[in-house]
């Protein structure tokens, strides 16, 4: 007779900002397909004030049939409650989702299937948007707000919380954490797996664990995907940018803003064609955005509210 293999416990970790949505993402996991020596919990982080979430998880908690923690950590930064989930959880494995997505149903199957083949400490899924009938015919043809890797010269560099696992014990990942000092203006997990990467933890990709998320109206704008742009490249510049000579910087804010000129003459060249002409331009907004970080212009607030009456989304 074959003896059982020992339970791998496996916490999926959920931040959370006034956010509705937060029961159908929980509901999603109750409904996947748990890998074979695994068990399942799942870890709310509340960023609110007050717990306004609680009460929410309280009652899906009852249908689901999962182990449920809820943590009330109100400072509105996300690095904050990134951060609690990561102090809370003393499992082997640790998932992230966003609190705006569903899981589907091969999702943690997929991902754990390609850390244990590559023996990564870290494996990212994608992200599928699903837009709305009256968004933009452009935005949805182009599909811009579905979430993939970045490769750079085949190596996968960096990374995002609203697909991953990872290994929290891994020599790379051991003991990190989230930066407070991003919690507000975002970019605090690409921080967060570069430095993986930079330690030498291997992060990797897996292409059938999609999560889903919906494209709200608020978001389905050039603007929305300009601001974000922006913001992205603003954590790329001062990635690239700290401890590095003035000197240095410069030259990479010159090679930025020929970039960015070649964007702009790439949208003339495309302006009949939509999607490719504000594909261009997005990447041109990156590339400004890279220049402010490189010469230090003050990060956009992404997250987190100015006062208890202005809701906004910190996860």
């Known amino acids: ?13 959920v931040c959370t900002f006034r956010r509705p949505q937060l029961a159908a993402t929980l509901r999603s996991l109750g409904q996947i397909a748990i890998p074979d020596g695994i ?19 309280e ?17 509105r930064n996300i690095s904050l409650a990134r951060n609690a ?10 998932a ?11 999702w943690l199957v997929g991902l754990l299937a390609v850390m244990d083949r590559e023996n990564a400490e870290v494996v990212l899924g994608p992200v599928r948007a699903r837009y709305e009938p009256d968004a933009p015919s452009w935005m949805r043809r182009g599909d811009f707000h579905s979430t993939t890797p970045v490769w750079v010269k085949g190596t996968i560099r960096t990374g995002y919380t609203c697909n991953v696992l990872m290994r929290p014990d891994g020599a790379s990942v051991r003991g990190r954490r989230f930066a407070l000092s991003r919690g507000q203006t975002g970019g605090e997990d690409t921080t967060f797996f570069a430095e993986i990467c930079d330690s030498g933890g291997v992060i990797a990709f897996a292409p059938d664990a ?15 995907l300009a601001k974000r742009r922006f913001r992205m490249g603003q954590t790329h510049g001062g ?13 990479q804010a010159g090679l930025a803003l020929a970039k960015v000129a070649y964007c702009g003459f790439a949208a ?21 955005g890279t220049i402010g970080g490189l010469i230090g212009v003050r990060e956009l607030r992404q997250y987190g509210a100015p006062s208890a009456g202005t809701p906004r989304h910190a996860a």
Do not use: K
């Open 1 to 13: 007779m074959t003896a059982l293999l020992p339970l791998r416990h496996l916490n999926v970790c």
């Open 39 to 57: 068990s399942l919990g799942v870890i709310v982080a509340d960023n609110d004030d007050t717990p306004t979430a609680q009460a929410l998880v």
């Open 59 to 75: 009652s899906v908690a009852a249908e689901i049939g999962l182990p449920l923690e809820y943590i009330h950590c109100p400072a």
């Open 85 to 94: 989930c990561l102090d809370a959880s003393d499992a082997p494995l640790i």
């Open 96 to 106: 992230f989702i966003d609190d705006d997505e569903v899981a589907t149903h091969d």
């Open 210 to 224: 999609w999560v889903e998320e919906d494209v709200p109206v608020s978001r389905a704008s050039f603007a929305w």
């Open 239 to 251: 990635l690239l940018g700290e401890r590095a000579s003035r000197a240095w910087r410069a030259t």
């Open 268 to 288: 003339l060249a495309t302006l009949p064609h939509a999607v490719a002409r504000n594909r261009s331009l997005l990447r041109g907004v990156l590339h400004v």
